[in-house]
């Protein structure tokens, strides 16, 4: 749960990285085996921060050397895109960019290219983590819990 979590939210890992069907499935799995839910979530929640938090680090220490990277090399527009969420939005487009596929990794990397301060942006990512963990696994256990 962790590492699938932590590559979904990590810049340039995530592009590569099918995780969020794989996630949705494995909740089905924890409903379908009773396997117990928080210590699962937990794991979810704590891969997407990190995995958030990496990449802020990146985009703040690497700044614009950042676009010459594959994939963001070759696809401007998806850093450009989370730059739009960025300007516009702030500390909610950090919130609101986890849940909005290929964003989810590429808003923190801008954050931390345009230096947002660390504190409002570990709120968001922090609190973004456990929702979105929550809401990419409750469905499948619920799901699984009925089927079985």
Do not use: C, K
Not at 29 to 34: D, K, L, M, Q, R
Not at 117 to 138: C, D, E, H, K, Y
């Amino acid at each position: 749960m962790f590492a699938l979590a932590f590559g979904e939210s990590l810049a340039f890992v995530s592009f590569l990285l099918p995780a969020t069907v794989i996630l949705f499935a494995l909740g089905g799995v924890i409903g379908a085996a009773g396997l117990p839910f928080w210590p699962l979530w937990a794991s979810a929640a704590a891969g997407a921060i990190l995995g958030d938090w990496l990449s802020y680090w990146l985009g703040y220490h690497y700044q614009d050397a950042i676009r010459q990277i594959w994939p963001l090399s070759r696809h401007p527009d998806l850093l450009a895109r989370g730059e739009r969420v960025f300007h516009r939005w702030g500390v909610v487009g950090v919130f609101l960019g986890r849940f909005l596929g290929p964003l989810r990794a590429t808003v923190p990397l801008v954050a931390g290219i345009f230096r947002m301060p660390a504190l409002p942006f570990q709120l968001a990512n922090v609190t973004s983590g456990m929702i979105w963990a929550a809401g990419i696994l409750t469905p499948g256990v619920l799901g699984g819990r009925w089927l079985f």
